[in-house]
């Protein structure tokens, strides 16, 4: 089992619509966790981080986490063709910051 | 606020031999963390310097070591290049350390031929 997995995509969503984007991870004492956009040929971008059990909002992104189930997930509201790129989770381990292989979300017009 | 930068931004270089990759973090941050990212294996963890001491260090072979100075600037070495240590080299600054949120810089390509 992975240590953080996501489903590589790509996901497609029409402008407009809602794009959810899914991680889990398998270290039940992670703290931290972080979400990256990664456009093609760039570095990862900071999204979104959270480290409390619930939602936490920042503009058309919402992340949320549930530690009970290891899950941590992405929304983005009102999707649009900027935001095609991959989603990258991060989640802090023991030692080390541990990255999902991302998801590519494909927003079209 | 400048952002992370790196230099080179591009390399190539021969198997058998060594490169050094510099990292500057943004001001004020005293973490930096190094970063390999390739196609297959996504973004491996390299290892993290805080304070110039070495906190962590992922799953890679001795031939590859870092440091960083009094600054804050990292610098990254590979040495005894192979042709599967192309890739690219991020490093990324945080204020506090990995726990917190870690901005990017924008890489080193390496090609190894």
């Known amino acids: 089992q992975k240590e953080v997995e996501q489903n590589s995509g790509p996901l497609s969503v029409p402008e407009g619509a809602i794009a959810s984007l899914n991680c889990t991870y398998s270290?039940?004492?992670?703290?931290?966790f972080f979400w990256y956009r990664q456009y093609s040929g760039k570095s990862p971008e900071l999204i979104m981080s959270i480290y409390s059990n619930g939602d936490k909002e920042d503009g058309r992104f919402t992340a949320q986490l549930n530690k009970a189930s290891q899950y941590v997930s992405l929304l983005i509201r009102d999707s649009q063709p900027s935001d095609s790129a991959t989603y990258l989770c991060?989640?802090?381990?023991?030692?080390?910051?541990?990255f999902g292989t991302g998801t590519r979300l494909q927003v079209f017009p | 606020k400048a952002g992370v930068t790196q230099t080179p931004r591009y390399l190539i270089k021969t198997r058998g031999q060594q490169v050094t990759l510099s990292c500057s973090p943004i001001?004020?941050?005293?973490?930096v963390s190094w970063y390999q990212q390739t196609p297959g294996q996504g973004l491996q963890f390299l290892f993290e310097?805080?304070?110039?001491?070495?906190?962590n260090k992922g799953n890679f072979p001795g031939r590859f070591s870092g440091r960083q100075f009094s600054n804050s600037r990292s610098e990254m070495n590979v040495s005894t290049l192979e042709l599967g240590d192309s890739a690219l080299y991020l490093c990324a600054s945080s204020l506090l350390g990995s726990n917190y949120e870690q901005y990017f810089g924008p890489g080193t390509r390496l090609t190894v031929t």
């Open positions: 310097y805080f304070s110039e001491t070495q906190r």
């Open positions: 270290d039940r004492g992670s703290q931290s």
């Open positions: 991060a989640v802090k381990g023991t030692d080390k910051l541990i």
């Open positions: 001001s004020g941050h005293r973490s």
